[in-house]
């Protein structure tokens, strides 16, 4: 079968939104785990159980992340740079939270010392705070805008600072990140407990799904007058990769544009909330697996939410407009997508069954549940 350049941007964007949404539902299981270790794990052989479940998926979990990275990279090589180049301030104390909660778990046990392990388990769960924080805010900045800019010769020029990257509307973001995720973890150590119904595992999940309602609920006021992008000039989704070839406006509510073109949009978001509300009955009448599942639905309908609200912009630019990433005017060349096309062909069913096979084992013992 024989695709068109612009198809090939389309399947290529989708692709990224698939790994996105797989990065959400595996690595933030278990960053939603790590941040709850204080409530969910009280005795040393509980927690001795969680990190024998949790040290050899620490590392598996990350392939979603690495995957959605290495396919910005291949697919849209401007937008890799950019990203990395201007969001240095924020990578950094991400990856060194993941580098510092794969040691602390995987070297908890190698002393027999109290004060050692202890000092492990802070580890372990500042450094899931600290990820879903930055994620959260790597997502409102998404939405609010880079300040970067493209000069004539392509060369990225970062015009922002620390402070203007952690904004009221990225704070917001990561407080709804970390209570969707909390909130997720909450439905899938709930449906672990096969025993008695686990009252206190209810209750955080009752009280992280109802605040990420409320920050949703915000959020999305928020939006409605948060200055989104929109592309002025014609588009010419067949024409190879010229940022610069573009004019952007920038004004409130533009964000919004998508579902006023296509009211069926609007169905997304309200899975979103449906999900949770869904999730939270379930729990309550303890049918905690189908919980978990519409769990999952919100997490992905979450993921979907922001992508296609974003569309076509990949990184938008709220200090030059005009230099604004999208999909249409970033991405690799032709033979390039379709030279990618098949290695996903190819790699990700098998990433997404051995994905399944890990969450059909499951990531945490029963006993975990339960104090001995």
């Known amino acids: 079968m024989n ?19 797989g990065f959400m ?21 509980q927690r001795q159980q969680l990190y024998a479940r949790l040290a050899p998926v620490c590392l598996g979990q990350l392939s979603w992340l690495l995957t959605s990275i290495a396919w910005l990279m291949t697919a849209w090589p401007i937008a890799y740079a950019v990203f990395f180049s201007s969001l240095r301030l924020l990578l950094i104390p991400l990856w060194l939270s993941y580098i510092c909660r794969t040691l ?43 300040p970067f800019h493209l000069d004539s010769d392509m ?17 917001l973001s990561a407080c709804l990140t970390a209570a969707l995720l909390v909130f997720y973890a909450a439905c899938f150590l709930q449906s672990k407990n096969t025993g008695e119904p686990d009252h206190s595992n209810q209750t955080l999940t009752f009280k992280a799904g109802i605040s990420f309602i409320l920050l949703f609920g915000i959020a999305g006021l928020w939006i409605t007058h948060l200055e989104g992008y929109h592309i002025s000039s014609e588009i010419l989704p067949n024409a190879a990769a010229n940022p610069l ?42 049918k905690t697996g189908w919980a978990f599942v519409a769990g999952s639905s919100s997490v992905i309908f979450a993921v979907i939410t922001v992508t296609i609200s974003m569309f076509p912009f990949l990184l938008p630019s709220n200090r030059s407009l005009n230099s604004s990433l999208t999909l249409w005017d970033a991405g690799a060349s032709f033979n390039s997508l379709t030279l990618l096309l098949l290695v996903a062909a190819a790699g990700l069913p098998l990433q997404i069954i051995l994905t399944s096979w890990a969450f059909g084992l499951g990531l945490i013992d029963n006993s975990v549940n339960h104090t001995d």
């Open 3 to 21: 695709f068109d350049y612009e198809s090939l941007k389309l399947i290529s964007w989708g692709i990224l939104v698939l790994c996105l949404v």
């Open 25 to 45: 539902l595996c690595d933030g299981l278990v960053q939603g785990i790590c941040v709850l270790l204080p409530i969910i794990a009280k005795t040393e052989n």
């Open 104 to 146: 602390a778990i995987l070297f908890r046990n190698s002393l027999a010392n109290p004060v050692w392990q202890q000092w492990c388990d802070k580890a372990v769960q500042i450094s899931a705070v600290i990820t879903l924080a930055e994620v959260g805010i790597l997502v409102g900045n998404l939405l609010k805008g880079i």
């Open 155 to 171: 060369r990225i020029l970062f015009l922002g600072d620390i402070g203007g990257l952690l904004n009221p509307f990225a704070l």
């Open 245 to 286: 070839s573009k004019f952007v406006k920038r004004g409130e509510g533009l964000w919004l544009d998508n579902y006023e073109h296509l009211p069926g949009l609007w169905s997304i978001p309200t899975l979103v909330l449906l999900g949770v509300g869904i999730s939270l009955y379930l729990s309550y009448i303890n």
